[in-house]
């Protein structure tokens, strides 16, 4: 099998893998006499709730310093935060094994 044909196989696949998920997924079923719940909720919002089951009366001590205007503004900040940490993590990393390397070539008998 050549690689042109491999390749396109691969991607083939993973097309597949994206898009069967996608396409067959379906969401919750809503309870009779309530909304649906929503598919993707997060920790966050299932944990106030219960913490509203649990104790009525708790009043946070703390409140956010800013409040995105929709959920896909704090997907988005989510997002670049996600990304900012891998670009830092990825830096350290890259720093840290070509100072190993130098260290490695330049030996314990050379000049650097």
Known sequence: M???RQNALLL???IVLIAYPL???RGPVA???KDAPAMFAGTDGQAEGMIRQLAPDYQPWAAPLM??????????LFALQVALGAG???YYLGVK???ARWSAES???RAV
């Open 2 to 4: 050549s690689k042109s």
């Open 12 to 14: 083939l696949v993973v």
């Open 23 to 25: 396409l067959t997924v």
């Open 31 to 33: 309870e009779p006499g």
């Open 67 to 76: 409040t995105p205007p929709g959920g896909e503004i704090e997907s988005l």
């Open 88 to 90: 830092f993590l990825g």
């Open 97 to 99: 094994r070509e100072r």
């Open 107 to 109: 030996g314990p008998g």
